[in-house]
């Protein structure tokens, strides 16, 4: 059974970065596509980003596109969101989740899904 854990999230001021960190166990991240997802109070969860087992490839929604960066650990048992040039708007619950491929990074699509970790851009 793979498990996911995410941290990192935290306090930022508009402008700033966070690092986000996904720790898997159980199984290695090696043959699942992980993608971000945040969710905003009120709000439904929504795909920040993803990359997929093999060749790599990432995706990234439009509103964070050249300020975030996803990313695998060398020994394939983390993923990263790099987030640069942070926005109010990114406020909300950060998740990792796993799926056979990324696909739309539609949530309905993954299967584990890590607690969440907070993130706050504010002033």
């Known amino acids: 059974q793979l498990q996911l854990v ?4 935290g306090l930022a001021q508009p402008g700033g970065s966070l ?9 290695s991240l ?13 709000k439904e969860r929504e795909g920040v980003s993803c990359i997929n087992s093999g060749d790599g490839t990432t995706y990234y929604t439009d509103s964070v596109k ?3 960066t996803i990313s695998r ?4 048992t983390t993923v990263y969101l790099q987030m ?8 909300g619950v950060y998740y990792c989740a796993a799926a056979w491929g990324c696909g739309d990074y539609t949530p309905t699509n993954f ?12 002033s």
């Open 6 to 9: 995410e941290s990192g999230g």
């Open 19 to 27: 690092r986000l960190s996904c720790a898997a166990s159980g199984l």
């Open 30 to 42: 090696d043959y699942y596509a992980i993608g971000w997802f945040r969710q905003a109070p009120g």
């Open 66 to 68: 050249g300020r975030f």
């Open 73 to 76: 650990g060398n020994y394939e």
């Open 84 to 91: 640069n040039s942070l926005k109010p708007e990114d406020t």
């Open 111 to 122: 299967d584990y899904w890590g607690q969440g970790t907070r993130v706050t851009v504010s």
